[in-house]
T-cell receptor, first 114, second 112 residues
Framework: DGGITQSPKYLFRKEGQNVTLSCEQNLNHDAMYWYRQDPGQGLRLIYYSQIVNDFQKGDIAEGYSVSREKKESFPLTVTSAQKNPTAFYLC?????????????FGPGTRLTVL | RKEVEQDPGPFNVPEGATVAFNCTYSNSASQSFFWYRQDCRKEPKLLMSVYSSGNEDGRFTAQLNRASQYISLLIRDSKLSDSATYLCVAGGGGTSYGKLTFGQGTILTVHP
């Protein structure tokens, strides 16, 4: 069964803690993306990676970090420097890099900072 | 100015109605265009790609006007199950190389 998985589905964190969100895909897609969505808002791009061992900042990268050591994995760390981390986090992948092909999304992780 | 702009709605229409959504994009170098559908508290799902020649998929028709930098989505014979948020997407060219930009979404509610 091909697809994108994200874990956990719900995550609670205390202020000042770093937390890592998992994203795995078995679609053999080259590119992967992380977005943040706040209630009633659109998707905002955090980081993206077009190839293994390379990634670029999106529009709201401050307070976040990523790695792309394997083609199928693109974990996102929300650091304590992120001032307002409570949000719905979505991971996506696309077959080719360049932004020319459609993206497919995982089910998302809802992060709540207590 | 936002890179991709949509009328947020909400659009409230009866079953069977025809409804049209419009979207404009600011990056003239954009190469790829899509419509996504997002249900409440779920991930976005691809509805259809948008081509210059226009394309149709059942009750859904998408159009692209590159000269006006304008994308549209037409839904005919609306169903209750069409209720969702519709996201307009552009990207892949110029400063958008490597990424897609999503509009803020248009909310559609279809009522009996």
């Amino acid at each position: 069964d091909g697809g994108i998985t994200q874990s956990p589905k719900y995550l609670f964190r205390k202020e000042g803690q770093n937390v890592t969100l998992s994203c795995e895909q078995n679609l053999n897609h080259d590119a992967m993306y992380w977005y943040r969505q706040d209630p009633g808002q659109g998707l905002r791009l955090i980081y993206y990676s077009q190839i293994v061992n390379d990634f670029q900042k999106g529009d709201i990268a401050e307070g976040y970090s990523v790695s792309r050591e394997k083609k199928e994995s693109f974990p996102l760390t929300v650091t304590s420097a992120q001032k307002n981390p409570t949000a719905f986090y979505l991971c996506a992948s696309s077959q080719t890099s360049g932004g020319f092909s459609e993206q497919f999304f995982g089910p998302g992780t809802r992060l709540t900072v207590l | 100015r936002k890179e991709v702009e949509q009328d947020p709605g909400p659009f409230n229409v009866p079953e069977g109605a025809t409804v049209a959504f419009n979207c404009t994009y600011s990056n003239s170098a954009s190469q790829s265009f899509f419509w996504y559908r997002q249900d409440c508290r779920k991930e976005p799902k691809l509805l259809m790609s948008v081509y210059s020649s226009g394309n149709e998929d059942g009750r859904f028709t998408a159009q692209l006007n590159r000269a006006s930098q304008y994308i549209s989505l037409l839904i005919r014979d609306s169903k209750l199950s069409d209720s969702a948020t519709y996201l307009c997407v552009a990207g892949g060219g110029g400063t958008s190389y490597g990424k897609l930009t999503f509009g803020q979404g248009t909310i559609l509610t279809v009522h009996p």
